[in-house]
Nanobody, 123 residues
Framework: QVQLVESGGGLVQAGGSLRLSCAAS????????MAWFRQAPGKEREFVSG????????YYADSVKGRFTISRDNAKNTVYLQMNSLKPEDTAVYYC????????????????WGQGTQVTVSS
C-alpha cells in the first residue's frame, strides 16, 4: 500500500513558476514508477509527466516539454514537478500517481493516487 500527498500548488501569473511535491509512504518507493496527471474543469484527466523508479527515464506530454521537469529523491520518498513558463492552460488540479514497474501514460495503469493540488495560472 502506498499513500501519496501532494503539495506546492497555488496561484501564479502567466510566465511564473511553481514546484509541486509528492511525498510517498512505504519502504519500496524506488520500485514504483511515478507520474503527474492533471485535470481541468470539464476535461478528462491527462498525463503530464512520468519518471522511472531509478529516475533515469522521464517522459513528458508534448504540451509541457521544455517547460516542466520531473525528478525524484528516493532517499526522501518524494517526487517533484518543476513547472516553469506557466500558461493559463496549465490551470488544473494536479495529481501524483504511483505504480509498480514501468511508466505508462494511461490513468488506469496507476493503483495509487494522491488527493490533488490546485494550480491556477492567471493571464
Amino acid at each position: 500500500q502506498v499513500q501519496l500527498v501532494e503539495s506546492g500548488g497555488g496561484l501564479v501569473q502567466a510566465g511564473g513558476s511553481l514546484r509541486l511535491s509528492c511525498a510517498a509512504s512505504g519502504r519500496t518507493f524506488s520500485s514504483y514508477a511515478m507520474a503527474w496527471f492533471r485535470q481541468a474543469p470539464g476535461k478528462e484527466r491527462e498525463f503530464v509527466s512520468g519518471i522511472s523508479g531509478s529516475g533515469v527515464y522521464t517522459y513528458y506530454a508534448d504540451s509541457v516539454k521544455g517547460r516542466f521537469t520531473i525528478s525524484r529523491d528516493n532517499a526522501k520518498n518524494t517526487v517533484y514537478l518543476q513547472m516553469n513558463s506557466l500558461k493559463p492552460e496549465d490551470t488544473a488540479v494536479y495529481y501524483c500517481a504511483a505504480r509498480p514497474g514501468t511508466i505508462t501514460s494511461g490513468t488506469s495503469g496507476y493503483a495509487y493516487w494522491g488527493q490533488g493540488t490546485q494550480v491556477t495560472v492567471s493571464s
